[in-house]
């Protein structure tokens, strides 16, 4: 990312469609607790599984498979199967299965997480219900009051940033960086949470050297207004007129991926800017991002990775705070305006470039 500024006064030609998929993962629905859905997807194949019950409460699982129609319709028949293996007992061979009706889940076009589901298994009636992601693992008691948005950005993560759309592009449509969050806390002045971390120093690290946060800084938080994330990173660069430029990152990241600034929208997207402008006033580019390293890796140096090695590495370099967080930390409110969102970006900025020496 360390290029001239120029090409910020480039209009943005936007495109008029974008890459979307539903999450994988388990499915429930919330006002409906003890019932759960297993949802598969594979290229444009989806497999579900759904966790049930017969009409008289004896559980059992029904599955269904077929090709998605488009990106965001799914219909099969729903298959019950009988003569299942119980826990801990010996094998009984291959359970039989027997179809009992039909099933279609309507995918939000506009959310990968959320969906509405139609049973069709006579001699019930056909029934409708809204489905989305479950959601367990980004939530830890220790986090106290931070909301899950933020904590959810805790890991590594991979970006690709479009250029294709800049007109003057020289020799690359796409560029790449690495976003590395691993600790997060409240301010009080912008009543904000934050998670903070770095560009690390290469593509294959996934720890906050000293002179990766002293270079290449990053603080973000989230948007309630928005429904985004925002990252400013120190870009360790300055344009023509010897100012300090930024990264500005805006997008609504999932589980494990975010893209932006592909409808034209005004759905975010990244852009540089000079440390202290509004990045708003900036032609904002599309990126897609996708997770590749856990919280729990960044921060203690073990756990799912891109790493083959079982054996924690040296997270000395970067010093953490010892003291918990308190369960009566202040929560981010929603903004009002634009004017709350930069004075939360000025405060990322400071945390940023605070590291500088």
């Excluded at 998605?68 to 801990?88: D, K, P, T």
């Excluded at 309507?106 to 298994?121: E, H, I, K, M, S």
């Excluded at 207004?225 to 300055?238: A, L, P």
Aim: net charge negative; charged share 20%; with cysteine.
């Amino acid at each position: 990312m360390r290029k001239r500024s120029s090409w910020l006064l480039a209009t943005l030609f936007c495109s008029s469609s974008w890459a979307y998929q539903p999450e994988a993962g388990l499915w429930w629905n919330p006002a409906e607790s003890g019932t759960g859905f297993n949802i598969e997807i594979q290229d444009n194949a989806l497999a579900l599984t759904a966790y049930l019950g017969e009409a008289n409460g004896a559980p059992v699982f029904y599955t269904a498979y077929n090709l998605m129609q488009g990106n965001a319709l799914f219909e099969a028949s729903v298959y019950r199967y009988s003569g299942v293996q119980c826990a801990g007992c010996s094998y009984p061979g291959v359970p039989s299965a027997q179809t009992v009706g039909t099933v279609r889940i309507a995918f939000d076009a506009n959310d990968p997480q959320r969906g509405t589901l139609t049973w069709n298994v006579p001699p019930q009636p056909i029934r409708s219900i809204p489905i989305q992601r479950f959601l367990f693992g980004e939530i830890r008691a220790e986090d106290g009051n931070a909301p899950v948005e933020v904590t959810k950005m805790l890991g590594e993560w991979h970006l690709t940033l479009d250029f294709s759309e800049w007109p003057n592009y020289s020799a690359f449509r796409y560029s790449a960086d690495v976003l590395v969050l691993d600790e997060f806390s409240y301010d009080n002045g912008t009543r904000t949470w934050y998670y903070d971390g770095c560009r690390p120093e290469t593509s294959l690290d996934a720890t906050c050297t000293t002179a990766a946060l002293q270079y290449n800084s990053a603080s973000g938080f989230y948007n309630a207004t928005r429904q985004r994330q925002v990252t400013i990173i120190d870009d360790n660069s300055v344009n023509s007129q010897g100012q300090q430029m930024c990264v500005y990152l805006e997008a609504r990241a999932l589980s494990h991926d975010f893209s932006a600034g592909f409808t034209g929208n005004g759905d975010g997207g990244f852009t540089l800017y000079p440390c202290g402008a509004n990045p708003m006033n900036y032609a904002m580019y599309p990126l897609k991002g996708f997770r590749t390293a856990s919280r729990t890796f960044v921060q203690e140096g073990y756990g799912p990775s891109k790493r083959a090695d079982s054996q924690p590495f040296d997270t000395t370099q970067r010093q953490r705070e010892a003291a918990p967080l308190k369960a009566d930390i202040g929560k981010s409110e929603p903004l009002t305006g634009v004017a709350e969102l930069l004075a939360q970006i000025r405060a990322a900025e400071a945390r940023v470039l605070a590291k500088r020496r």
